[in-house]
């Protein structure tokens, strides 16, 4: 994709502003922080002053990025122009849509930067938009802006995007990585990315505590299989939320084992909450490429082979049918 235009734009309306909003979306993760602390150490270059915000508390998992501690859901509404990162469609700003702050928001322009593939209830009234499916991550939308502007990072944005990208990419392993994906990551390394300190904090922070260990075990044995195991799903109430949630992503610790269980095709994490909300993370292995097709059914977005879904309101043992039924369907269409 060639950005040019956007750029430019994106350009007068950096030129023009004193102080930027950078907001994330409900489901926040190591792209859309990583984006979040590059911009702001872009606009530091360029004396601008920025907040980032997100609607929701962080999860601890995400602790190993630098700059963690920056993100708020306190902000000081005196702004001039807001940029959302990783998110173009209004269903995961869900939070923020229902809060005094998105009329003020709505006042001023608005980038969107993003590459998420599929896209329902998009994000209508942003100024400029970049949604980029062919991007590893916004992460590196977000390396070639630098590039544009002509602006050295600071160690700690070259570690962001390269975080954003690996996050992404799950280290490089993924479908999203692609032969521009490895010369980002290089050129990042030769201006001072460090990917092994990174990698070790990821995995230092990650390190399995004993109860988090006995619940992956309960967690094993609460998951279902679906269609001669093609379709695994998994349900987590209220209590795993409150419990476990903040100390530890439950998708990062099932996700791996879920996909290396034989005639596993796509698996479901539901997170079902108290009120009836309910999110879902979509992962699909490879040659199964349904992920953005079944999240796009429910109005939610994402990749061929990540995908979320945020939806109020429902009743779980509705959607659960509705779900594995049609995660069937696209599945049998491609085994055709």
Same mark, same amino acid.
């Given at each position: 994709m060639n950005y040019l235009k956007q750029f430019q734009h994106i350009?007068?309306?950096l030129q023009s502003s004193k102080s930027i909003l950078i907001v994330q979306a409900d489901n926040p993760d190591a792209d859309s922080l990583g984006s979040s602390i590059a911009l702001q150490d872009l606009c530091q270059q360029l004396s601008i002053s920025t907040q980032l915000y997100c609607a929701i508390s962080l999860s601890n998992y995400l602790q190993y990025i630098d700059g963690f501690d920056q993100v708020t859901d306190q902000v000081n509404q005196n702004f001039d122009l807001t940029i959302f990162v990783?998110?173009?469609t209004k269903t995961l700003i869900n939070k923020l849509s229902n809060l005094p702050l998105i009329k003020n928001i709505k006042q001023k322009p608005v980038i969107v930067l993003d590459h998420h593939q599929e896209i329902e209830n998009p994000i209508d009234f942003a100024t400029v938009i970049i949604n980029d499916s062919l991007a590893s991550s916004t992460g590196e939308i977000i390396f070639h802006l630098t590039q544009y502007l002509k602006i050295q990072l600071t160690n700690l944005g070259l570690n962001a995007i390269l975080a954003s990208i690996m996050g992404d990419t799950q280290s490089l392993s993924?479908?999203?990585t692609r032969p521009d994906t490895y010369r980002i990551v290089a050129n990042l390394i030769d201006q001072g990315a460090n990917r092994f300190e990174l990698d070790k904090k990821r995995r230092d922070l990650n390190t399995?505590?004993?109860?988090?260990?006995h619940y992956k075990a309960e967690l094993i044995k609460r998951t279902e299989f679906y269609?001669?195991?093609?379709? !695994?799903?998994?349900?987590?109430?209220?209590e795993d939320i409150v419990n476990y949630s903040a100390q530890y992503n439950q998708m990062a610790l099932m996700q791996n084992d879920l996909l290396q269980v034989q005639n596993v095709k796509v698996?479901?994490?539901?997170?079902y909450y108290q009120d009836q909300h309910l999110t879902t993370g979509i992962r699909a292995n490879y040659g199964y490429p349904i992920a953005s097709q079944l999240a796009k059914h429910f109005n939610g977005g994402g990749h061929q082979y990540a995908s979320g879904i945020n939806l !109020?309101?429902?009743d779980l043992n509705v959607f659960k049918k509705d779900i594995i039924i049609k995660a069937n369907e696209l599945l049998t269409k491609i085994d055709q």
């Open positions: 350009q007068k309306l990783d998110v173009s993924n479908q999203l399995l505590p004993l109860e988090i260990f269609y001669n195991n093609t379709i !695994a799903i998994l349900v987590l109430r209220q698996i479901l994490i539901i997170k !109020a309101k429902q």
